[in-house]
Nanobody, 124 residues
Framework: VQLQASGGGLVQAGGSLRLSCEFS?????????MAWFRQAPGKEREFVAF????????AYADSVKGRFTITRDNAKNTVYLQMNNLTPEDTAVYYC?????????????????WGQGTQVTVSS
């Protein structure tokens, strides 16, 4: 399994970005729960959002609830993170991750596969 994240950049506070993460490899994308995590300088990696393999279930960190939306397109092997009303506190490297399990998880240790990360910088 390989994950390729993209879509990061520099945006002003209040702006929007959409991150993408393309899944490739011999495994079937639609059998994996997908998640986004982020890591700011000097801080631990933290959960942002996950989506179940079917797309029927999602969950968000309280800090992004109502502003971020995670979706997936199983036909395109891609998961997205739409980020609206960004604040400087959202500045971080954002990572996508994949989990092949019956159960979902908000812990980074629960994900075996990781993308390389994409930088999001929000200026005030």
């Amino acid at each position: 399994v390989q994950l390729q994240a993209s879509g990061g950049g520099l945006v002003q506070a209040g702006g929007s970005l959409r991150l993408s993460c393309e899944f490739s490899g011999r495994r079937t994308f639609s059998s994996y729960h997908m998640a986004w995590f982020r890591q700011a300088p000097g801080k631990e990696r933290e959960f942002v959002a996950f989506i179940t393999w079917s797309g029927s279930g999602t969950a968000y960190a309280d800090s992004v609830k109502g502003r971020f939306t995670i979706t997936r397109d199983n036909a395109k092997n891609t998961v997205y993170l739409q980020m609206n009303n960004l604040t400087p506190e959202d500045t971080a490297v954002y990572y996508c991750a994949a989990r092949n399990s019956q159960f979902t998880s908000i812990r980074s240790s629960g994900y075996a596969y990781w993308g390389q990360g994409t930088q999001v910088t929000v200026s005030s």
